[in-house]
């Protein structure tokens, strides 16, 4: 979890409202309709944004360290 939330972080840091969507789909459980209301955007925006942002966090967490210490081990 103390990955996810520092890539989140950085997220937020590149693009505010991506990293708003991952918060409000992932976390808080919201429909795409939801937050597509809560932010004042299409549900389209919603759903490519959270397509890119789950895409980026994905690949911003096989780049961390796991517990074998060992950078991309699988």
Do not use: C, H, N, Y
């Not at 969507?21 to 490519?48: D, P």
């Not at 944004?49 to 966090?57: F, G, I, M, N, T």
Request: aromatic residues 6%; positive net charge.
């Amino acid at each position: 979890m103390l990955a996810l939330d520092e890539a989140l972080g950085r997220l937020e840091a590149l693009d505010p409202r991506q990293a708003r969507i991952v918060e409000m789909r992932f976390i808080a459980g919201l429909s795409e309709e939801e937050i597509a209301q809560a932010l004042g955007v299409s549900v389209r925006t919603v759903k490519r944004d959270w397509k890119v942002a789950r895409a980026w966090l994905f690949g911003a967490l096989r780049k961390e360290p796991r517990a074998t210490g060992a950078v991309g081990a699988r």
